[in-house]
């Protein structure tokens, strides 16, 4: 299936990006504005999460309760998130209520009431979640591996810490909110069944006079902690691992990802079968590519017992560097199979495609359709993933650890 990607670019900065498909009865829309924990100021940590939190309780003529209200019965599936650089917000409905949906969040995100006698509320919200943290292991992991591989703000984490959310005004809200729900850098990518010239005229509509600030600088400050170990009593282990790769806008992105589908994507995979098949070390293992604009790193993650732990550790970082060595036909092989069958799924879904489109243009100024990616991955070798690995082996690597006892670093990482 041949879809067309349009675009078209506001006079205010904003980006719409659209991939319609007529056969489709189903519409998705994704909005990517730049709001995350970055800018984030000093001490007030979690306040880019406090806002969006603060601005689902009520916009435009609607109280809270309304508003979901009426995205219910228009069948929207809404989902909103705050990131490292960007908050994320989407919808997904049937074709007919996707203009009436797109007003909901208009208002949501240019006229939230932002209520100050709901601030309690909200904050409690937000801390709950932090605590949450302390209730899952892995999480509060991979959270404290990320802070430590990349420099601050890139690492931060969007629940940030309870200092700032309980120091966090109504103030400091409203103001996060004038400052970064701006319509420059905001994407809001829309793919499914609808006709792009009405698409257009009704952004414009909606978005065209929204007014646009001085720009905003992430904001610095909160440090990189260090350390690799983190005390944790239980009876359970946590090791976390990462090391530096290339970003999705390098020419070589595919290569890498690649690299790293043959390290950790599906029950073939060699992390899989090494330390969990073979071995028994743990329960869970795994390995991704994790890609901000500038930067990147592949996280590493097994879930073991204190007494494999080690072990655990030793071995994971073996197949890491074994991945330096190269990979073989075979292995690529079932990758692509797997990655067709997604690419399959993806073009069924246009919640996936939104994001997809979306996180294209915000990476490279352009979205690729999923021919262009089918065609990317059909270049893909064995030869080719070996020339980059050769080049680009993993190094650098960075082990972080959990549990009630700290293990011994192997040769090689830090």
Same mark, same amino acid.
């Given at each position: ?34 709001? $995350?924990?970055?800018?984030?100021? @000093? ?19 609607? *109280? ?42 208009? *208002? ?10 709901? #601030? ?26 990320? =802070?430590?591989?990349?420099?601050? @703000?890139?690492?931060?984490?969007? /629940?940030? *810490? ?39 005229? %009704? ?9 646009? $600030?001085?720009? =905003? ?7 990189? !902690?260090?350390?690799?170990?983190? !005390? ?11 090391? !530096?790769?290339?970003?999705?806008? /390098? ?29 028994? #070390? ?16 592949? #996280? ?11 072990? %655990? ?15 073989? /036909? ?33 990476? #490279?100024? /352009? ?5 262009? &990616? ?25 082990? &972080? ?14």
């Amino acid at each position: 299936m041949t879809t067309e990607i349009l675009s078209q670019k506001l006079t205010n900065g904003m980006v719409l990006v659209g991939e319609p498909t007529r056969s489709l009865e189903s519409v998705a829309f994704t909005f990517l504005l730049p709001s $995350g924990c970055c800018y984030d100021p @000093p001490q007030r940590a979690g306040l880019a999460s406090l806002t969006g939190e603060m601005m689902l309780r009520g916009a435009g003529p609607r *109280d809270s309760r309304t508003w979901i209200s009426d995205l219910e019965n228009l069948g929207v599936e809404r989902g909103e998130s705050v990131g490292v650089a960007q908050a994320t917000y989407h919808g997904a409905t049937l074709k007919d209520n996707l203009y009436a949906g797109l007003g909901l969040f208009a *208002d949501l995100l240019r006229r939230p009431h932002l209520p100050a006698d709901q #601030l309690d509320a909200g904050r409690n919200t937000c801390l709950q979640e932090l605590r949450s943290i302390d209730d899952e292991p892995s999480h509060k992991l991979m959270i404290e591996l990320r =802070r430590r591989q990349y420099p601050d @703000p890139w690492g931060r984490s969007s /629940h940030g *810490d309870g200092v700032g959310l309980r120091a966090a005004t109504i103030d400091d809200v409203r103001r996060f909110h004038e400052q970064h729900y701006r319509p420059e850098n905001t994407i809001l990518s829309v793919a499914g069944n609808f006709d792009w010239q009405r698409l257009c005229d %009704t952004v414009e509509q909606m978005f065209g006079d929204w007014q646009p $600030g001085a720009a =905003r600088e992430p904001v610095t400050g909160n440090g990189r !902690p260090t350390g690799n170990y983190i !005390p944790f009593e239980s009876n359970q282990s946590h090791v976390g691992v990462a090391y !530096p790769t290339i970003p999705y806008k /390098h020419p070589d992105y595919f290569q890498a990802w690649a690299a790293v589908g043959v390290l950790s994507s599906g029950s073939s995979s060699r992390l899989f079968t090494e330390v969990r098949e073979k071995r028994g #070390l743990c329960y869970t293992v795994y390995a991704s590519l994790h890609t901000q604009r500038d930067r990147a790193s592949v #996280l590493c993650y097994a879930g073991t017992t204190a007494e494999r732990a080690q072990e %655990t550790l030793n071995v994971t970082v073996s197949e890491l560097q074994r991945l330096g060595k190269g990979i073989e /036909h075979s292995e690529l092989s079932r990758l692509k199979a797997r990655i067709k069958s997604s690419l399959i799924m993806q073009q069924e879904s246009t919640s996936a495609r939104s994001g997809a489109l979306g996180r294209d243009w915000y990476h #490279l100024g /352009h979205a690729r359709s999923l021919d262009e &990616v089918g065609k990317l991955v059909d270049a893909l070798s064995a030869d080719s993933i070996n020339a980059f690995l050769e080049a680009n082996p993993p190094r650098d690597l960075l082990v &972080v650890t959990l549990g009630p006892e700290p293990l011994e670093l192997p040769n090689g990482v830090s």
